[in-house]
């Protein structure tokens, strides 16, 4: 699958092929994905850059999605850096520039990560996507999701203010109120997508869970 080796634990360094998992088994540390370097050192030229379309796919190479086709097109990235001679002046700095990436399609840098994850939900046909939010992830998510015609479900604190959700809302997200704290609605959204997928597998054979 294009120049992806596998994902690794960053906690623990245990390793796995790159399939839909979500955490360390052993630890349940974050997981990062590994590339095939040579191979990518080959492909990913300057020259080569220069003549590509200026986003976030650019650097296709060192993102895990190997479909082109997979792709949706939202026009994330390459976003413009904005020279802040007052904050300069501030810090008492010479020069300060600040990544402007309120341009992104939703906003917020948010936009980067989804870009991929709803591209790798495309190239494995997963069926719906979601995320747990405290607004900008949830944003992003559901922009995606309605360009790519999936189901999107976000979890979010009741407790949060609506204004939040207004644009998940907006762009036909299905959003869960769960009543606790951001790290209880990231629970409930991991115990649903566990769900999903168990139903989608059909019954796991005697003796496994
Ligand atoms: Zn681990």
Sequence with gaps: MGYVRGLRCRECGAEYPATLRTVCDACFGPLEVRYEMEAVREAFTRDGLAGRPRDLWRYAELLPVADPASRVDLQVGCTPLRRAENL??????????????????????????????????????????????????????????????????????????????????????????????????????????????????????????
């Design 88 to 209: 300069a002046g501030t810090l008492g700095l010479r020069d300060v520039w600040v990544k402007d990436d309120t341009v992104n399609p939703t906003y917020s840098f948010k936009d980067r990560p989804v870009a991929v994850a709803i591209a790798k939900a495309r190239e494995w046909d997963v069926p719906a996507v979601g995320c747990a939010s405290t607004g900008n992830l949830a944003a992003a998510t559901a922009a995606a999701a309605a360009k790519a015609r999936l189901p999107c479900y976000v979890f979010a604190s009741a407790h949060l203010e609506p204004t939040k959700l207004l644009l998940p809302r907006l762009y036909g997200a299905t959003v869960v109120p769960v009543d606790g704290t951001y790290d209880d609605a990231n629970r409930v959204a991991l115990i649903a997508a566990d769900r999903r997928v168990r139903e989608e597998r059909g019954p796991e054979p005697d003796g496994l869970v």
